[in-house]
């Protein structure tokens, strides 16, 4: 059966110090990655998207990654602001209509 | 620019009723997506829409929820009758098209009593 994992399940980190949070797939075929981020009470933002082992995207203190097996999102120096759940999602076969998402990793940055 | 824009944000219901759930998506986007999202089971994928049409529906828990998509600026989702079990918050987004990023609504929050 698909399956995305992330971990760890929460993160706590001070402001400014450095973390990964990972996502892990075993869907074949794969065909695209996607980050979201979703602050509470609110639907998931769009972040980047990978489509193969090699890729990375930047935006702004966040980087993500992707292997064969796994993707990560780098957190570098993080603020308060950037707390949030970050999910991942992947999409195999022929389109990415149908994403698999994973449970989420909840982000606390404290000041 | 408008995002995909939900109705109600909030509805809460006895079990039993009618419970329709609104979407606009944004202009211009040709897919559409309906999503529910549990504790228990995170996000799901309910349905989606190419065109209007709908591709894969296979996300449909059972007979009792319906999707229509009459044009490109409208859907609903539609629960009938209610079930304490579908208590969750349904999220609609659109994209260009079924390989582009999805863009989410802000929800839905439905409680069913």
């Known amino acids: 059966e698909d399956q995305v994992t992330q971990s760890p399940e929460a993160l706590r980190l001070q402001e400014g110090e450095s973390s990964s949070l990972n996502c892990s797939y075993t869907v074949s075929g794969l065909r695209g990655l996607f980050w979201y981020r979703q602050d509470p009470g609110k639907g998931p933002e769009f972040l980047f998207t990978?489509?193969?082992a090699g890729e990375e995207k930047e935006k702004e203190r966040l980087k993500a990654t992707l292997t064969k097996k796994e993707s990560f999102l780098h957190i570098t120096a993080p603020k308060p602001e950037d707390s949030a759940t970050y999910l991942c999602a992947v999409g195999r076969g022929s389109t990415l209509g149908r994403l698999y998402f994973g449970r989420g990793t909840q982000l606390t940055v404290w000041p | 620019d408008a995002g995909v824009i939900q109705s109600p944000r909030h509805e809460v219901t006895e079990m039993g009723q009618e419970v329709t759930l609104r979407c606009k998506p944004i202009?211009?986007?040709?897919?559409l997506f309906w999503y529910r999202q549990t504790m228990m089971r995170g996000l799901e994928l309910l349905i989606y829409f190419n065109n209007n049409v709908p591709i894969d529906d296979s996300g449909m828990p059972e007979d009792r929820f319906s999707a229509k998509m009459p044009n490109a600026s409208f859907s609903t989702l539609k629960i009938q009758p209610s079930e304490p079990r579908d208590s969750a918050v349904y999220f609609c987004a659109s994209s260009l098209d079924e390989n582009q990023p999805q863009h989410f609504g802000d929800g839905t929050r439905l409680s069913i009593l």
């Open positions: 990978l489509y193969s």
């Open positions: 202009s211009g986007h040709n897919s």
